[in-house]
Nanobody, 126 residues
C-alpha cells in the first residue's frame, strides 16, 4: 500500500505555469508506474500523463502533449507534473495515482491504479 499526497495547485493566469508534486509513503513507490489524472466539475476523471518505474518512459494525453511534463525522483518518493502554457480548460482537480507494474508499463486507464491521492486543485483564469 502506498499513500499519496499532492501539492502545488493554485490559481494561475492563462499562459502561466505550475508544478504539481505527489509524494508517496510506503515501500512500493519505486515499483509503481505513476499517473496523473484530472477531473473538472461535472466531467469524468480523465488521464493526463503516466511515467514508468524508472522514469525512462512517459505517455501523455493529446490535450497536454507538448505542454506538460511528468517526471519522478525515486530517491525522494516524488512524482512531478510540470504544466506550462496553461489554458482555462486545464482547470480541474489533479490526482496522482500509483500502479504496481512491470518496468515499462504505462497505464492510462484509471481502473488500473490501486492507490490515489486526494487531489490538488488548479484554476486557470482567462
Amino acid at each position: 500500500q502506498v499513500q499519496l499526497v499532492e501539492s502545488g495547485g493554485g490559481l494561475v493566469q492563462a499562459g502561466g505555469s505550475l508544478r504539481l508534486s505527489c509524494t508517496a509513503s510506503g515501500r512500493t513507490f519505486s515499483s509503481s508506474a505513476m499517473g496523473w489524472f484530472r477531473q473538472a466539475p461535472g466531467k469524468e476523471r480523465e488521464f493526463v500523463a503516466t511515467i514508468s518505474l524508472g522514469g525512462t518512459n512517459t505517455y501523455y494525453a493529446d490535450s497536454v502533449k507538448g505542454r506538460f511534463t511528468v517526471s519522478r525522483d525515486n530517491a525522494k518518493n516524488t512524482v512531478y507534473l510540470q504544466m506550462n502554457s496553461l489554458k482555462p480548460e486545464d482547470t480541474a482537480t489533479y490526482y496522482c495515482a500509483a500502479h504496481l507494474a512491470g518496468p515499462y508499463y504505462l497505464p492510462d486507464d484509471a481502473h488500473e491504479y490501486e492507490n490515489w491521492g486526494r487531489g490538488t486543485h488548479v484554476t486557470v483564469s482567462s
